[in-house]
């Protein structure tokens, strides 16, 4: 006759196979790919949290200089107002200035020499800006691609100490293969979890630091055609 499993049983074995109690019982092998795992799961998070912000912020401050920028009547007058922060639009800004005003010193002016000092100051500009604001994203990249090999590399290691309980207790059944496996694949799971949102993460910011680089160069080139016009005005 086949008893019913009393509801206290159901319970232990759920409690067995608790995120806890699989980090517990692993071996410390598995316990250390665990906790490196989840460490870069909150790194990770954390990146993704603050780079949202920094990005957004980014992101709208620069469009509102522009905006300001294209209003202004007086260039020198909002470059001294404005022209001096940290936005990336400004340092582009600051960048082409400061080229214009050290090329147009002199009486007798370069015309071509000037237009493409400009272009490259300003073009090193975004590259630097660019450069400053990635900063974090190879770590995003980096996380995406290792964490699953790693969580993969606690799943063999797991599998491994499940056989090695098989041949030492000479017995096969699910009792004494299970727990093994399950460590195994919580470690997997582990890395996926670290690595999905890593690169999820890393997509997303990599378009919104491409808007922002194409929306820094037609403000550069923009800036670009004012000084140029400016500059054939000068006789």
């Known amino acids: ?11 232990a074995e759920a409690a067995t196979i608790s995120p806890l109690a699989l980090f517990l019982q692993a071996d410390i092998v598995v316990k250390g790919v665990m906790a490196g795992l989840l460490l870069a799961s909150i790194w990770t998070w954390a990146i993704i949290i603050g780079f949202s912000f920094t990005l957004r912020r980014a992101s709208r401050d620069s469009q509102s200089f ?6 202004a009547e007086d260039i020198d007058r909002f470059y001294e107002a404005r022209g001096k922060g940290e936005l990336p639009a400004a340092k582009v800004m600051a960048a082409g200035v400061t080229e ?7 009486k007798s002016v370069d015309r071509d020499g000037t237009r493409d000092r400009l272009a490259t100051a300003m073009s090193s500009a975004i590259a630097g800006e660019i450069d400053r604001l990635s900063d974090r994203l190879n770590i995003l990249a980096t996380v995406g691609s290792v964490a699953p090999f790693v969580g993969l590399f606690g799943t063999v290691w797991g599998i491994m100490r499940a056989f ?7 017995n096969s059944s699910l009792a004494v293969v299970a727990p093994g496996i399950a460590e195994a694949l919580f470690a997997t799971a582990i890395g996926l979890f670290a690595a999905i ?3 999820i993460a890393y ?13 820094l160069s037609r403000f ?11 500059l054939e005005a000068q006789r």
């Open 220 to 230: 550069a080139d923009g800036f670009y055609a004012t000084l140029s016009r400016e």
């Open 164 to 170: 090695t309980a098989i041949a030492a207790e000479q």
């Open 1 to 11: 006759m086949n008893l019913p499993i009393p509801a206290v049983g159901l319970a």
């Open 100 to 106: 214009w005003r050290r090329s147009t010193v002199q």
């Open 66 to 71: 522009e905006h300001d920028f294209w209003k």
């Open 203 to 215: 997509n997303r910011f990599s378009h919104g630091i491409n808007r922002l680089e194409s929306r």
């Open 197 to 199: 949102p890593a690169v």
